[in-house]
């Protein structure tokens, strides 16, 4: 059985975790076959966004501690969690988590990682790590990113769990919804994904990795080559047309976008 599962339709690759008996957990297997996923939505011209969800209660548990307690010593480096981590980041396609279980340790910087989460409001969330005895180290790196430092110290620290609510309240995903809204939600954010041109959803991801890294200068010198660039494209002159005739640009799919206003 595979420990993801993936389904490509109308340029939306869904992967799906389904490992529902380890819960998700992010152990050698589930990882190895994610990375392979996400190679796939990487490589292919045809996925423009890309949506994470899970089968059953929980979205991910965290680490899987049978493997690391039978076996310390870390993984090869495409079998770790941190390979999944960066690459979300640096992939020049968006990411929308759909959270429709509970996330807890490990499975706090997967959601973190996403571009865009939403998260059923039965969902629970934590940084559980030292109620077992380690930190939540490796998450560390893409969720203080988005976490007040006065949230993130008490909820690393007390390792208790807490709601979706809670969870988008301190910034670690983006909203929390009833449970049968969740799919309308999501839908909703992949609309809005997939009505923006995909050279300008992957410069956009850039820019907002590296603006905030560089200094007031270089940021400008940089970005202004970008917006050079970007309306130089292709892209921009197909979008400026349909701009300018009031119709969907070429990139949005049929019914899934409106002329941009």
């Not at 339709?9 to 529902?20: I, P, Y």
């Not at 949506?51 to 010593?73: H, I, K, M, W, Y």
């Not at 910087?109 to 969330?125: P, T």
Request: net charge negative; hydrophobic share 45%; aromatic share 4%.
């Amino acid at each position: 059985m595979a420990l993801v599962e993936t389904e490509l339709r109308h340029g939306v690759l869904t992967v799906t975790l389904a490992d529902e008996a380890n819960r998700n957990a992010l152990g050698r297997g589930l990882v190895g076959e994610l990375v392979d996923a996400l190679d796939r939505a990487d490589a292919d011209p045809g996925v423009r966004v890309v949506v994470l969800t899970n089968r059953g209660r929980v979205f991910c548990a965290g680490a899987d501690l049978a493997e690391r307690a039978g076996s310390p010593a870390l993984p090869p480096a495409r079998h770790r969690p941190e390979a999944l981590f960066a690459r979300f980041r640096r992939s020049p396609k968006p990411y929308v988590g759909r959270i429709a279980g509970h996330c807890v340790a490990g499975g706090m910087g997967l959601a973190a990682a996403m571009d865009i989460s939403v998260a059923a409001e039965s969902a629970r969330f934590g940084f559980t790590e030292v109620r077992i005895g380690v930190a939540a180290a490796m998450i560390s790196v893409v969720c203080l990113p988005k976490l007040r430092d006065a949230d993130a110290r008490a909820a690393f620290l007390r390792g208790n769990r807490f709601g979706a609510a809670e969870a988008a309240r301190i910034g670690l995903i983006n909203t929390a919804v009833p449970d049968d809204r969740l799919d309308i939600e999501v839908d909703a954010v992949v609309g809005d994904l997939l009505a923006g041109g995909p050279g300008a959803i992957a410069a956009s991801k850039e820019l907002l990795d590296r603006v905030p890294h560089l200094d007031v200068d270089d940021a400008f010198a940089w970005t202004s080559e970008v917006s050079g660039r970007l309306f130089a494209g292709d892209e921009a002159r197909q979008g400026i047309a349909a701009f300018l005739e009031k119709r969907p640009a070429p990139w949005v799919p049929p019914g899934r976008g409106e002329p941009a206003s």
